[in-house]
């Protein structure tokens, strides 16, 4: 069985881990409501298996309703979000389900 390209932050903790592992990655903080959540998804899951994003990124996900305190630490206002972090900081986000700007803010935290 394959691991799937995006891993579930299913606890404050595990996001609290991640910060501080000093790995990149980016994070598609989503609610199972949102519309553009749910049209932008599959194009991030097919980000999240292309070779050359994923020997330099990890990809995660956030529903914003079960980990509300994820999604307050660090200013979710609308959905979807996608942040890029590195070193435990946030490199850049987009807001929105615009494939383009996905595509622009993952190409960035690969070349950080």
Not at 3 to 8: E, F, M
Not at 19 to 33: M, P
Request: hydrophobic letters at 45%; glycine letters at 4%.
């Amino acid at each position: 069985m394959s691991t799937p390209a995006v891993t579930p932050i299913t606890s404050y903790k595990q996001f609290k881990e991640l910060l501080e592992s000093g790995k990149t990655f980016v994070i598609d903080f989503w609610a199972t409501w949102c519309g553009p959540c749910r049209q932008i998804r599959p194009i991030f899951e097919k980000l999240a298996e292309k070779k050359e994003f994923t020997e330099k990124l990890e990809f995660y996900s956030v529903d914003v309703d079960e980990q509300a305190e994820i999604a307050q630490e660090v200013g979710i206002t609308a959905m979807p979000t996608f942040i890029a972090f590195k070193d435990g900081k946030k490199l850049s986000e987009t807001i929105g389900a615009v494939p383009a700007k996905l595509n622009a803010l993952i190409s960035q935290a690969v070349a950080a």
